[in-house]
């Protein structure tokens, strides 16, 4: 069960709002996290960002944090399957059983280009391990695309948080400049709002939801 | 700007989770709030129930209240035509200018029922005064059934409920036997989280989201 | 791991077509398989078809079956919560962690009706085990509806039979009454292509593919 | 080129409406149409009625005409099976090479029953003869559903009808009783305009649009 | 009720074609049309074409107009943050309570860039004033999408422009040389016709439809 | 009968995998089949490539076909018009009837990008003759893509291949260096058992499905 889980995102703090307390449960599970993180922050706060995204990884208890350092906001500018390659070479490496990632409806364009680059990096091969490729939802992105089938959100997987979402908290007080006042959604009530209505809906007090793409059982 | 909203619900208390707070802003801005109830409540309960309607929507401002007596999760017993007959009754009656019910995608069979019956009686025909036609979500229903399209509620219209949440909660106290300890979705809290949600979702505190099938203006 | 899984199918061999594979790989890690069969067969073949049923399942390691007797194509003249019942009835007694059923799509209404029912029964109430609720995909009815975007089978979980695809096979044969000669998909040699399909999508030889509907991990 | 070409309409003019400019097309080119009427005009009309279809039919072309005379509204109160035997009977005594019938998101109930019972009878079975099975919209209860995905018309099909256009509009005067005055979309100017947008649709003066469901070559 | 109203619209023209009967009306009732053209006309007639966006729009009522001089049919080369950034500096400009802008499924790119970088513009924070993001359809584009989900056009909202078609079409009259003869859809009689099938969906005789995305009730 | 049927692919063998069987059943009923390979193979195989796409087309009876030579992987990095000016000039060129073309749903970024490019290019203008737009599937790429709505493969033609099956597959031997041994998708045992099932689902040996975008009939 030492197995290896990669979240892929786009920015800074995106992979601890969309599944910090599941990673955290899958820690405490004896799973290995690695994080990556794909682009930059904005230029005159890169080195800080840096420093936070070590520091709230690791407070959760993720050891290993990758970094991409392509430029933010620009990934269309590169052809996908440059972006695709980084993440095969990601796979190759770790040959990961989970792996977390935007959904492909938010309405951030880096947040569309990872998951079309996850999916086709993560395509199930005879020759590969299985993957179960999983995509999360992000407060202010995942709500603010249209709600129309291809976009919205449809959650098919709820984890239970209720054990870890304290240490999800924490670990995002290292984004704290990310972070606005509620109700702007990227706030600390925000996510624990989210958690709550997320939670009731499988009678849990915090939750996070998921859409499962692919799961394989071999 | 004296004109009449219609509120039609399956069960007692539907009216008030979907939309209670908008319908109170609704009041407050002079609106003349109308609510139907399709289905009885359970039989040992029926007429404590019955009180219970009355005293909820009454504490909220609504003063008109209709009994359509039907028999509980049984709506499709009835041709689909006898309801829509019922409907159109109260449209020429009431001629309001807007509807708010069920989502089509809930999982309760009933609200899926009253959906079609309402969309069916509020057809835009030339001699009609035109209605404004909203699905509003119910916890224990909208959030339970599956996330695939034509099911998942797909908000495009957000009501800002900050100054009546207070009296959609006090309201909600008088079907407090319906209501369940969180993490029941069906619950004091539960409610409250929702419309923490849904006010993020447009940066306000409380907010209750639809999703607008007809809008006409003439 | 010793945990009960509930395959509950409308008619007499759909639980072979939809899941046999995944049943026995599911046996064979230790799950314990209860079958529930809906409607009873063609009344000329009623006793005869219940023997096939026994045997059938008994083949493949199920023990427990359930017969409920309904009329075949006519669950639609009973009102969905009568169905729903039952269904609760037996998640109670047997608290299984996954049920298999018919997807919602499926062009066969009793297969539809089937779903809502364990959809409604199985809502994730806050003192309930989670359970996955899972469709599974069913020859001579899937492939047969509309191809549009709530009626067709849009797999997201796959699981690799090519160790257990002989069992599914040798398991049918026990209902060869209801077996065409190919090119008819319900046949031996249907069950086999699409397997092979559904296996080269993951990189297998063989596979069934399913559509998970819910999964909660508490 | 002598093949049957089916319509199989709830109602009397729903035929017309649908695809009248098609079906005399068709003849022109040497089809054999057959109409079928499931459903019986209101009682107090009833003789009348059906002597409109026979006259608007047969002004159009359409010499064989079948009434089935089920009450009108009220196809649900029938299990479906019942509904997919008469359509079979008729697949098996005509052999159709086309069938039309209404489109499955028509806001009118026997519409969405009228669909699913086609599509279950002309099932591509190994032994019978391939059906082209085609959706028509029909103006006043295609426009009037939620325009939702699986609801809203989607055509993939268009007919040039600009030498059938009259025709068609002739043989509407044979149900005068069932058209209203402009703008109701059921008027002589609705079908004309409808033609018309879908006529420029494909670069042509007037057109029929159409959903294909199910189209084999074999 | 003197606030402003943003039609963001690609090329010249598309304005009119999408809005130009709603415009007018908003403008009849008081508010005030800014007119945003994003891209140029084709080389050869750029100044002209300029000319006749002043004079079309002048002709309406609107008397503001800004021209963003992007090249046409070129949008998807430049990074979108930029265009949104475009977009985000007019809403703080004119702090427009509605916005009119391209549906997200035409089948032209600019069109479809444009949504995406509207919606994105006018996400709904904390801090900002409400805007209502509505879609409009564009003859010549819109209905030559294919018809799935995610790209046929959903109206939802329908506008009487029966006081006000006149003046859209004499305004169109300034876009002479973009419009074509009838058949083709972007054709005075074009138009028309969709403005009538448009009207006669909600009985009245002319009519634009639109897909309201996101509206708030502050 | 002796009229173009052009079929589009992004990349060598694509043409085959997707519509081999169909394009061979064509030849024989008298129409004259063009290929059009958009990209390049990889460089290192460039010359063979080229080679092998005559002789497999050859084999299969294509006499026509045009090399376009973007580079592989990379159609992105052109703006779209230029793709649609290419195949317009196709258009203009050989008036073909039916196009067969990728789906737009398939995870390859290439064959959306064509898709989206031929749908624009074969809009159907009033002076231009009308054109069957068809969508063939790709093993190893439209089955890779996410199952969701505008994703997903949804066939409505089904074409019988039973006597071309054969010459298909001889055909896809001069591709022997992209084929794959099997459970890859993209080999002679997989594009088989897809051509089964494929089949079954129409009652015939096999089959190759496609989905119809728009098709016309003047």
Redesign the interface.
């Known amino acids: 069960m030492n197995d290896n889980v990669l979240v892929i995102a786009a920015h800074p703090d995106d992979e601890l709002l969309g599944s910090g307390g599941t990673l955290k449960?899958l820690i405490n599970h004896g799973h290995n996290v690695i994080t990556v993180i794909f682009a930059k922050g904005r230029k005159e706060e890169e080195i800080q960002m840096k420093q936070a995204v070590l520091e709230a990884n690791n407070h959760l208890g993720v050891e290993e944090i990758i970094f991409l350092e392509y430029p933010n906001?620009?990934l269309?500018?590169f052809?996908?399957?440059i972006i695709n390659k980084e993440i095969e070479a990601l796979l190759v490496k770790y040959e990961p059983s989970m792996v977390f990632t935007h959904h492909?409806g938010d309405?951030?364009?880096d947040h569309q280009i990872l998951f079309?680059a996850v999916?086709?990096a993560a395509?199930?091969?005879?020759?590969?391990k299985?993957i179960e490729l999983i995509c999360f939802e992000t407060?202010?992105s995942s709500?603010?695309?249209?709600?129309?089938?291809?976009?919205?959100f449809?959650?098919?997987?709820?984890?239970?948080i209720t054990d870890t979402i304290d240490k999800k908290l924490e670990s995002l007080k290292f984004y704290d400049k990310e972070m606005?006042?509620?109700?702007?959604?990227r706030?600390y009530?925000?996510v624990q709002?989210?958690a709550?209505?997320r939670?009731?809906?499988?009678?849990?007090?915090y939750a996070e939801a998921f859409?499962?793409?692919?799961?394989?059982?071999?």
């Open positions: 449960k906001l620009l269309e500018t052809p996908l399957h492909y309405i951030n364009m079309q999916l086709t395509r199930p091969l005879p020759e590969k299985p407060v202010s709500e603010w695309s249209q709600h129309t089938n291809d976009k919205t449809k959650p098919n997987y709820f984890v239970d606005r006042p509620f109700p702007h959604p706030s009530e925000g709002y989210l709550q209505v939670g009731m809906t499988i009678g849990v007090e859409e499962i793409i692919r799961r394989v059982w071999k």
